[in-house]
């Protein structure tokens, strides 16, 4: 396509799910503004993420160290990041900070890390704690029934500050049996947020992909992860 067909394209879609995301919201009785999109923009182009920025796109989310790193300084819009791969501890120095948020934290020791290294900044990083519900060996994640820990663990780290929680729930080609994972989520994330942990907030769940999107936002999502609806088909992976 030429450049300016792509653009055409990326901006229609764009309008499209952030129609579908506001009718989510009205179903649920949500206000839509309390709910983010996040163009999920791994293996695509710095020029697809300009074409999204000027069709008013601000948060974008890689899922790669390195791809990041290089397609960073090629995006010329004043665009936020969010970090939703999976992450190795010997990575974390290679985006400190360049992202507003990590996704994906499931052990302390990368935690620790994050602590280390925006240390170095005088500054703070925003985290999620990835919760794996179903007990895939095949994702990341902590299990449930141990979150209440790693977040007291978070706690005694001043770079790093505990925002909610994120899942990669089971597929299902239905996103109406997805459904009860995210309640899950949310139902956990009201359990932790009770115990009034210091520094610690639950306001931001981080679940929905193309395909459920408009479930996770009736089930009480305020960040949803939407690329192969945005940018077109690509390689499966933590957000799409």
Sequence with gaps: METSTVEMAVAQRLKQIRQR????????GRDPAAVELIA???????SMIDAAARAGQRLFGESYVQEFCEKQAEVYAQVGWHFVGALQSNKVKYLRGKVEM?????RFSLAQELNKQWRKLDASIAVLLQVNLAGEQS??????????Q???????LPHVR???LMTLPPFAADPEEVRPWFRHLRELAERLDA?????VSMRTLS?????????????GATLVRVGTAIFGAREADNGG
């Design 139 to 148: 994702k990341g994640g902590v299990a449930p029934d141990k979150v209440h």
């Design 195 to 199: 115990l009034h942990l210091p520094g």
């Design 40 to 46: 999920v923009s791994k293996k695509k182009s710095a």
């Design 207 to 219: 679940m929905g992909m193309s395909h459920d999107f408009e479930v996770a936002i009736e089930e």
């Design 102 to 106: 990590i996704h994906g934290v499931d």
């Design 162 to 164: 505990l925002q909610g």
């Design 21 to 28: 995301m506001d009718a989510a919201c009205v179903r649920s």
């Design 150 to 156: 790693l977040a007291e663990q978070i706690t005694t």
